[in-house]
């Protein structure tokens, strides 16, 4: 039988997460979490995979959405994708999930380059290359585990600042995301290509007069940001001399979600 991986990205990083761990299980089908909340789950396969970035020290708003939704017995395992601190996101996963009667078998986190542009400038290319060296030995661990349905849940060395941060910052995070689109702007580069709207995960982006506008429902995902071919998006005044960052494994066609 099948294993169905759900994954949810802005980078590229969860998928390509999704597609190294899909590549070692075998007859793995990748799909989106925007897309299961569309059409809805397909419980139809003998595992369930469930990969997706850490927001604000916690679970993004769209995957908790898709987790509420996930009520299964089937083996059901999580990987986390993060670029500082996984936080308490793993506990808040398995929470939710026992919240709607489904058990977490296995959880996972691994640290890939950060792509949160309002507070970060992405890692240098020597650095994320380390990152993804990293990321390969954890899926081999991961998949063997995985395999053979086994019980594992990652303990992460939460600092009491990092748990503070889950549980104090998260939900003022979360909040405040929805609404903090109101800071991108286009700049004269312009393209007018509309990448921008067919990578957004939640349709927040409508295109007027071929140029991109926002409409407060951002998961901050920053997909349109790193993928606008020209940089012509910008974030208030704090992405002006940062480096752009998509994975370099992971193609355009891939992540085009609104056609």
Request: glycine share 8%.
């Amino acid at each position: 039988m099948k294993n169905n991986i759900f994954y949810f990205t802005g980078s590229g990083n969860s998928l390509k997460v999704g597609k190294d761990i899909g590549a070692k299980l075998g007859n793995a089908e990748l799909i989106p979490i925007p897309k299961a909340l569309k059409e809805g789950i397909d419980l139809n396969c003998e595992r369930i995979g469930v990969v997706f970035p850490v927001y604000g020290y916690g679970v993004p708003r769209m995957v908790v959405d898709f987790l509420k939704r996930l009520k299964t017995n089937n083996y059901v395992f999580i990987i986390i994708t993060y670029g500082g601190s996984g936080g308490c996101t793993l506990n808040q996963a398995k929470n939710i999930l026992e919240s709607v009667g489904t058990k977490l078998s296995a959880a996972f986190g691994v640290k890939m380059p950060d792509n949160y542009i309002p507070m970060f400038n992405p890692p240098s290319e020597e650095e994320q290359n380390k990152m993804f060296k990293e990321e390969e030995e954890v899926i081999k661990k991961v998949s063997t585990i995985v395999k053979n349905k086994e019980n594992y849940y990652e303990e992460n060395k939460i600092s009491l600042i990092g748990r503070a941060l889950s549980k104090g910052l998260y939900p003022i995070a979360i909040k405040n995301f929805k609404s903090s689109d109101k800071n991108f702007w286009v700049n004269e580069k312009c393209l007018k290509c509309s990448i921008c709207y067919m990578v957004c995960p939640r349709k927040n982006i409508v295109m007027k007069e071929g140029k991109p506008t926002w409409h407060g429902d951002c998961e901050a995902c920053m997909a349109c940001i790193h993928w606008c071919p020209p940089k012509a998006i910008e974030y208030g005044k704090k992405s002006g001399n940062k480096r752009r960052y998509t994975h370099p494994k992971i193609k355009l066609e891939e992540m085009i979600i609104n056609v």
